[in-house]
């Protein structure tokens, strides 16, 4: 192999790739949280007494799960328009993230609520809540903490899944790591280093999703307890 | 000029399929000698390599794999290699599924209970029987339904394969719909190529698993 690396036509254009970066950030923001809300209105209506809402909740989160993302993401944006559904790139891109998202946050949640012990519910209503208060106040944040884990891995899956946009050229990290392929030649070196920043970006998702833990979930001692014993 | 969708049409496009399950079954090949080595790195005794091991599912799992595609098809070409574009598919998406198989194996072997390896050994078991005849059935059970469940995962993401230019399903989509322009069609012909490919895998996977709990 005598080939010789090149990375400084790659550094000297950053400036393109932070600006893809900061867009790969804020759709993935945004997906995370639409998609969480969708999940979360998926998984409470998925155990619904309604037979049909089941079904359809049911259907949806298989075709969702058991189809590729970017399938999804071209049949919004290349197939719709066929029905007359003309739509932009980041609408499309928007659109089947928090679609998908919405599908595996749904199955995730529906499991840790299934995880919480009948015994809370009847507890909840047996003291006079009605069902949305006893789902929001008393079953909902217990099996948030069970599902924790997978939850949060599901939400960084996403964020690694929008380079998919590129392919219907949203000016996400990777479409612009393939436009400086395209200006530079130097195709080996670009990914590379994109795949640092997406690497980066994981690591960043890993911390701030522990820091969200410790902030909702940590049980916090009574103040008079001496701090060590607090933090277990 | 343009085609309209027909039978015909439906038919080049299932032709996709050809690539979208061989590249799996590649992949998973590739995925399971893979995995088993970072697995094995992973448990061994030498510090080194279980480092080496962690580092490796943690770049991989914290990297796109689009990214890694691209990296292996313009990273061979460095050696001077003339590579097909199905090997650095293959390629790619067995170093994806190494790091997920080495994690999903390693759960596996984690939660056969302690006291199953220290009765083996009272039994005067050598660590080759040992493994054979007690770990082994055991961790396979627990195993197979979430190895069934990354299949899956597998088979959707050889969709990724396409923009490297491996005419499988999703290229396949492109270029039928280029012919004929019914995109809605055709799109929603390959989400169901997909689907039926797929849900069989995932029903099986959550079968065996149902079936694997009750029984232990």
Same mark, same amino acid.
């Given at each position: ?9 790659? #550094? ?23 998609? /969480?809300?969708?999940?979360?209105? =998926? ?28 399938? +999804?993401? /071209? /049949?919004?944006? @290349? ?32 499991? =840790? ?6 015994? +809370?519910?009847?507890? =909840? ?29 599901? @939400? ?10 590129? +392919? ?5 990290? /990777? ?29 960043? @998702? ?8 410790? #902030?909702? @979930? ?15 | ?13 299932? $032709? ?36 080496? !091991? *962690? ?36 390629? !790619?998406? &067995?170093?994806?599924? &190494? ?16 006291? $199953? ?25 627990? !195993? ?17 394969? &396409? ?10 989509? $492109? ?6 322009? !019914? ?25 065996? *698993? ?7």
């Amino acid at each position: 192999m005598n080939y010789s690396f090149h990375f400084a036509p790659v #550094i000297n254009r950053l400036d393109l790739l932070l600006s893809g970066l900061v867009t790969t950030v804020w759709v993935s923001f945004m997906a995370i949280l639409l998609g /969480f809300a969708l999940g979360l209105a =998926g998984a409470y209506a998925i155990r619904s007494r309604w037979t049909w809402l089941r079904l359809v909740l049911g259907a949806y989160v298989e075709a969702i799960r058991n189809t590729p993302l970017l399938a +999804q993401l /071209f /049949f919004i944006y @290349f197939g719709l328009p066929g029905l007359g559904i003309r739509l932009d790139a980041i609408s499309a891109a928007m659109i089947a993230l928090v679609v998908n998202l919405g599908a595996y946050t749904t199955e995730i949640v529906r499991g =840790g609520l299934d995880a919480v012990p009948a015994g +809370q519910t009847d507890a =909840g209503l047996a003291l006079g809540f009605t069902r949305v208060q006893v789902f929001f106040l008393i079953v909902l944040k217990p099996a948030l903490k069970i599902m924790f884990p997978a939850l949060a891995g599901q @939400f960084t899956l996403l964020m690694l899944a929008t380079s998919i946009l590129s +392919q219907i050229g949203v000016e996400d990290l /990777f479409h612009m790591a393939s436009l400086i392929d395209s200006a530079t030649y130097r195709s080996f070196e670009v990914y590379l280093v994109t795949c640092g920043f997406y690497l980066a970006l994981a690591l960043c @998702f890993r911390l701030a999703f522990a820091l969200l833990y410790w #902030i909702v @979930f940590s049980e916090r001692a009574p103040a008079e307890l001496p701090p060590t014993v607090a933090t277990t | 000029m343009f085609r309209s969708f027909g039978p015909t049409e439906f038919l080049l496009l299932a $032709q996709g399929l050809r690539w979208t399950v061989g590249l799996t079954a590649l992949a998973f090949a590739g995925s399971g000698l893979l995995g088993l080595a970072i697995l094995l790195c992973r448990t061994a005794e030498a510090r080194a390599l279980r480092w080496a !091991a *962690e580092i490796w599912i943690q770049v991989i799992q914290g990297t796109p794999l689009l990214g890694h595609l691209f990296v292996v098809f313009f990273g061979l070409a460095l050696f001077g290699l003339d590579v097909p574009r199905w090997l650095a598919a293959t390629v !790619a998406l &067995s170093i994806y599924g &190494s790091a997920f198989l080495a994690e999903i194996w390693r759960g596996a072997v984690q939660a056969i209970p302690k006291g $199953q390896r220290e009765a083996s050994r009272a039994l005067g078991m050598r660590s080759y029987h040992e493994l054979r005849l007690v770990i082994l059935p055991q961790a396979l059970m627990i !195993a197979i339904p979430p190895t069934v469940g990354f299949l899956v995962q597998l088979i959707k993401n050889t969709s990724l394969a &396409s923009v490297i230019g491996l005419v499988e399903l999703s290229r396949e989509a $492109q270029l039928v719909n280029g012919a004929t322009f !019914a995109p809605f069609l055709v799109y929603l012909c390959t989400s169901g190529l997909y689907f039926v490919l797929c849900f069989p895998l995932t029903w099986l996977s959550r079968g065996l *698993e149902k079936r694997f709990s009750r029984s232990r």
